[in-house]
């Protein structure tokens, strides 16, 4: 440094520091949090409906119905005689 140069250091944020930390943690914690429900509902809820759907597509109500009729399992009817 020639010719009385001096550089200068910045200053230390002193008033207001905290409340900029907590506003940034805020604001990641939303993003983070936003990002975790939007993979949630992706990967496992869509999942499940899609699992539940294929499973009622080709599920007999009726057939369910006398199988467990005829174990014997209902007091209100009587299985079938064979």
């Known amino acids: 440094m020639a010719g009385g140069e001096v550089s200068k250091v910045s200053k230390p944020q ?3 520091l905290l409340a900029g930390q907590i506003k940034k943690n805020i604001l990641f914690a939303a993003g983070v949090a936003t990002l975790a429900a939007v993979i949630q509902k992706v990967f496992v809820n869509d999942a499940k409906k899609n699992q539940y759907a294929a499973f009622y597509k080709t599920y007999d109500i009726e057939k369910s119905f006398n199988q467990i009729r005829n174990k014997g399992l209902f007091d209100s009817c009587e299985p079938d005689k064979k």
Request: glycine fraction near 34%; charged fraction near 35%; avoid cysteine.
């Open 14 to 16: 002193l008033r207001g």
